[in-house]
């Protein structure tokens, strides 16, 4: 149990569907990431909020949508997907590494156990 | 680009042995490196956290080291054991906060 806790841990939607990933976290933590890993593949980082405002958008396409309503909860929105979507989404959060006024990129980032996507 | 390798792929050895796991980035202006296990079908546990200021950590039997000048690292597990069996993954933290991971080691220990 790392305190981050994600829902569902598995989803099978159809390519019109739209559903949502939940991930929270209750570390004290301000920094949440979404990350994508498929087979073969190394993680992928989608999406990084820092103090609740979205500070990096890997490329992703639009049909993920991810919405951080406070420093606790990350949601990531799903609609119109494609098979290859398919894969483990993995939620994590960190301290900012401007906590305190410092630049610190040394803290521990905590993983989720993940939400096994399939889509179908 | 920062990329990350991981060697070898596959790893599986009988209980009881000592091992190394490779890590290698391209670029070595990194702020930090981790050690990850991530068992299948489960998330991501970090073991070890490197800043790039210090050459190893220790926790355990688990032993990491940093050379960032040639860009490796190296994880280091003594007296393996079979509950050691999981993929460990290799990341580096890069100028922008994000961590960018290999494709991981995925090692068995048979009893």
């Known amino acids: 149990e790392t305190g981050v806790t994600q829902t569902p841990r598995h989803l099978v939607m159809g390519m019109t569907n739209k559903k949502s990933l939940k991930c929270e976290q209750h570390?004290?933590?301000?920094?949440m990431y979404w990350y994508k890993q498929s087979a073969k593949k190394p993680l992928e980082l989608m999406f990084v909020y820092s103090l609740e405002e979205r500070v990096e958008n890997n490329s992703v396409p639009s049909r993920f949508s991810p919405e951080c309503p406070n420093s606790s909860h990350l949601f990531l929105h799903l609609h119109t997907l494609q098979p290859e979507d398919s894969a483990l989404y993995l939620c994590?959060?960190?301290?900012?590494?401007?906590?305190?006024?410092?630049?610190?990129?040394?803290?521990?980032?905590?993983f989720g156990e993940g939400s096994w996507l399939t889509v179908v | 680009k920062q990329e990350v390798t991981q060697i070898p792929a596959a790893l599986s050895v009988p209980e009881g042995e000592n091992l190394v796991l490779n890590c290698s980035f391209t670029?070595?202006?990194?702020?930090?490196l981790q050690w990850f296990r991530q068992d299948p079908g489960k998330g991501l546990t970090s073991l070890l956290l490197?800043?790039?200021?210090?050459r190893e950590q220790t926790s355990g039997r688990l032993n990491a080291s940093l050379d960032k000048s040639s860009g490796r690292s190296t994880l280091y597990i003594a007296a393996s054991q079979p509950g050691d069996s999981a993929t460990y993954l290799c990341a580096v933290m890069g100028s922008q906060g994000n961590l960018i991971f290999g494709k991981g080691t995925k090692l068995s220990v048979k009893p």
């Open positions: 994590a959060s960190s301290l900012h590494p401007k906590t305190g006024g410092l630049l610190k990129w040394g803290n521990t980032i905590y």
């Open positions: 490197i800043q790039s200021s210090q």
């Open positions: 570390l004290g933590h301000n920094a």
């Open positions: 670029d070595s202006a990194i702020y930090n």
